[in-house]
């Protein structure tokens, strides 16, 4: 699996592209300043990217910038986005064209390889990693959507976390049959058309961070 | 010493006879400025012409009495200036700007001063001169009349002189006489500063005014300069001590993932990530030290400095009567511009030797950093200095430089704080 990593820090650069060679992914392109990202993402089309929010030269947040600019120039480029901290609004953003193969995370995360890998691996494939301290931080929101129960609103977390059905069951000790029950629940109430598209997947947490 | 005092004395004296040749001629100035003033004012409704002298006139009016402002500075009567701002983007000609200047009270006590401050200018001015003139006429008066062999009618208390006896008792006379004006002559110039201060100083109101400007102006400053600062360890953080422990995490992580596949890679990555964990430490340390020295907090300014100079290459002595603790935003501020100092010193001057000297009187902490390197440091140059300036403002303090070429450069700051509590004497009394 290609990738390209962007990261300024040299530290955070070398061990990233450590970590995914030893789990067998083709490091393809590496670049640590923000104007560098887009034309290597549009040059190098890799299966997945991964990016730091902040760069060089302004450090603000031009990784985030970058990864929306690709996308809409080449739609569904799965990227995972790392910053060292999150916030919903950033989310948000990066959800907004409704497409899958879109990750959201901690730079904390990758320390439990195992776990970071996999998600490399889930948004190279299309699905929706939002880091727990999104989803955390909107559960404790005040506003909920009120339309779900506390089950469904708990189900949608963990999707919006990019768990699949059979990962929700096992954390929430029902079955796998319970969960699509939820999830179906969960789009109708929403008011997402039904299709067999893991597009709704996102469509709801897109909900989920807009309420 | 006896002499130094005299000549002391000898030259106060010269100076204030000096100034009072300036005061007389200034005196002189202010009657054409009263009459202008005047006239265009009586002008002004007149249109075009009355708008264009007044401004000119004013301008003049102010120039003389900033000019006696400073006169009077000399003799320790310092008198601010009161004037109003001038509105931005006001137009050098025109109602507005007169409107500035006709509303500004500082304009009519000007004008009331300038008839009075003339007669008290002269008169005073006249009596400085007139006292060591007649004294000097007494000590040469004999020399002259041999010389010129004219008719003296009298001196002193001989009046008429009557013998050649009596003429040379001129002699000590008039050198009394002289000593006298001498002595007399700053205390007289004292009492003219005085009475022009009576019209030149600003209002209460506009004191307050100014310094409610002076507040406006700092407050920005203060918020900038701390907006900035945090801005800084956020980056410092950040780029530091943040990205090191998520380094460290990934390390271990990809050890933990490892260990049973190559041992060996393992070890390695292990003692890498000791090494990150120690220079996260040392980077949070340094920036714990930007952000408010431990030293400084456990020894207060004094021991902080010391502390300070001990880590500098060039040798550094420290001269302080600060015990006790200052307020905690005086110290940080004083330090940081002391460490600031320091630094530039050790950076730029190529000195081979620096002090610091610290003194606490009367609610006035007074730092003066001096060394002997090369001098010639500007002061408008780098934002290091401009920095400090400001960051002392905060506290109405001042700093000056003196940096001339070839050295030496002395810094000096003054911050006004309240004196010390005596709650933790016991760090400085010890030593």
């Known amino acids: ?211 | 010493m006896r002499g130094v005092e005299t000549r002391d004395w000898l030259r106060e004296g010269l100076r204030a006879v000096a100034s009072g040749i300036l005061a007389v001629a200034l005196a002189v100035l202010n009657f054409p400025l009263f009459v202008l003033f005047v006239v265009s004012l009586v002008l002004t409704p007149v249109l075009g012409i009355g708008l264009m002298l007044l401004p000119a006139v004013t301008a003049l009016i102010r120039l003389r009495a900033d000019l006696a402002r400073r006169v009077a500075g000399w003799h320790g009567v310092p008198i601010a200036r009161p004037y109003r701002p001038k509105p931005a983007g006001l137009a050098p000609i025109g109602w507005g700007h007169c409107k500035w200047i006709l509303t500004d009270p500082a304009t009519w006590r000007d004008f009331a001063w300038l008839l009075p401050g003339a007669i008290a200018g002269l008169a005073i001015g006249i009596v400085t001169l007139a006292l060591p003139a007649y004294g000097v006429e007494g000590i040469v008066l004999l020399p002259l009349w041999m010389y010129l062999g004219g008719e003296w009618s009298g001196y002193g208390v001989n009046w008429p002189i009557e013998s050649v006896g009596e003429g040379f008792l001129s002699l000590p006379q008039g050198a009394a006489i002289l000593a006298l004006g001498l002595a007399v002559a700053p205390y007289l110039r004292r009492f003219d500063a005085l009475f022009g201060r009576l019209f030149l100083a600003p209002t209460r109101a506009a004191e307050l005014r100014l310094r409610v400007t002076q507040l406006t102006v700092t407050r920005a400053d203060t918020v900038d300069a701390q907006a900035a600062e945090l801005r800084r360890i956020e980056r410092d953080l950040h780029d530091g001590a943040q990205t090191r422990l998520v380094s460290l995490g990934m390390t271990i992580g990809l050890a933990e993932e490892l260990v049973d596949r190559d041992p060996a890679t393992v070890r390695k990555l292990l003692a890498e990530a000791r090494e990150t964990s120690s220079t996260a430490l040392i980077e949070l340390r340094h920036l714990v030290r930007g952000i408010h020295p431990p030293v400084l907090a456990e020894r207060g300014l004094d021991g902080a400095v010391r502390a300070l100079a001990l880590t500098l290459r060039i040798p550094t002595t420290v001269d302080s009567d600060v015990t006790g603790r200052l307020e905690t935003p005086v110290e940080s501020a004083a330090y940081f511009a002391v460490a600031e100092t320091l630094t530039n010193v050790q950076r730029h001057s190529g000195a081979t030797f620096a002090y610091v000297s610290m003194h606490h009187t009367g609610g006035v902490l007074r730092l003066e950093i001096g060394d002997d390197g090369r001098g010639g440091a500007d002061p408008k140059r780098g934002t290091g200095l401009a920095g400090m300036e400001r960051r002392l403002a905060a506290f109405d303090g001042t700093m000056t430089m003196s940096s001339p070429p070839g050295g030496p450069t002395i810094v000096t700051m003054e911050l006004p704080c309240a004196s010390s509590s005596p709650r933790t004497m016991l760090s400085s009394g010890t030593d």
């Open chain 1, 1 to 211: 699996m290609r990738v390209v990593i962007a990261e300024d820090h040299a530290l955070l650069r070398d061990g990233l592209t450590r970590i995914l060679e030893a789990f067998a992914f083709d490091v393809v392109a590496v670049v640590d300043r923000g104007p560098d990202v887009l034309p290597t993402l549009l040059e190098y089309k890799p299966d997945v990217a991964v990016l730091d929010v902040r760069l060089p030269p302004t450090f603000t947040d031009e990784g985030l910038q970058a990864a929306i600019a690709a996308r809409r120039q080449a739609p569904g480029l799965p990227i995972l986005v790392l910053s060292q901290h999150v916030e919903a609004l950033y989310a948000r953003e990066l959800l907004s064209d409704r497409r899958g193969g879109v990750g959201y995370l901690l730079k904390d995360r990758v320390s439990d390889v195992a776990q970071f890998v996999d998600a490399v691996r889930q948004v190279a494939g299309g699905g929706t990693m939002m880091d727990p301290e999104v989803v955390a931080r909107l559960l404790d929101r005040s506003r909920p959507l009120d339309v779900l129960t506390a089950r469904e609103r708990e189900v949608l977390g963990e999707m919006a976390a990019g768990r699949s059905n059979a990962a929700i069951a096992g954390r929430l000790f029902v079955t796998e049959k319970a969960v699509s029950k939820h999830i179906n629940n969960i789009f109708t109430k929403l008011g997402l058309p039904p299709s067999e598209d893991d597009n709704r997947r996102v469509l709801a947490v897109l909900a989920y961070l807009d309420s």
